[in-house]
């Protein structure tokens, strides 16, 4: 269903993975976790584009992927915060150029290390939801209060990283803009259906719907 696109990044450009409905719908960037832009990625961008709207992932290691857990802390660490900035303030300005996105509206989603990324992009750029999933505290949590938008927090029982009580400091410091979601019994990337370790099918179902409806009251 999707296809790999090049977009400008502030002078330099960026590929993504851009997903597209069969009709026209508001845009959301996914931001992928510490592994790269792999395939699980791709797939919840054609998830997306199955409900409507135009999905497009950022390839924020510029064409490296992984499924090693080392390489991967060696991807995130090595990770410039400025640059993966603009590369998703660039995928944000390419979605609202886009044809296919109407109306010219764009949220974010984000997964472990993505759900930070998408919190920070939601502090850059006039996005009007965004849903974080477990987001992982890889740098400094960014100041929230410059978010505009409408925020759920996707957030496991028993992860480390973060605790629901570091998501309910986040949560609490946007009020009524946010909701926060606590799923019983799940893990660490219980949204992630290539991980069978840690994979939940009806966290992830639950989560999902409220991510779609989330997306649907506010971007259309």
Known sequence: MGEMVEFASNGTTCAGYLATPRDTGPGVVVIQEWWGLVDHIKDLCDRFASEGFVALAPDLYHGVATTEPDEAGKQLMSLGIEQAGKDMAGAVDFLLDHPSVSPKSVGTTGFCAGGTLALYLAT?????????????????????????????????????????????????????????????????????????????????????????????????
Not at 166 to 191: S, T
Request: charged letters at 20%; one cysteine or more; aromatic letters at 14%.
């Open 124 to 220: 850059i750029k006039p996005v009007m939801a965004c849903a974080t999933f477990y987001p992982y505290p890889f740098f400094e949590y960014p100041d929230l209060s410059t978010i505009t938008g409408r925020v759920q927090f996707h957030i496991a029982e028993h992860d480390q990283g973060p605790t629901v009580a570091q998501a309910q400091e986040l949560a609490d410091a946007l009020g009524e803009r946010a909701d926060l979601y606590v799923y019983e019994g799940a893990d660490h990337a219980f949204m992630n259906d290539t991980r069978t370790e840690a994979y939940r099918p009806d966290a992830a179902k639950l989560a999902w719907e409220r991510m779609i409806a989330l997306f649907t009251t506010n971007l259309t």
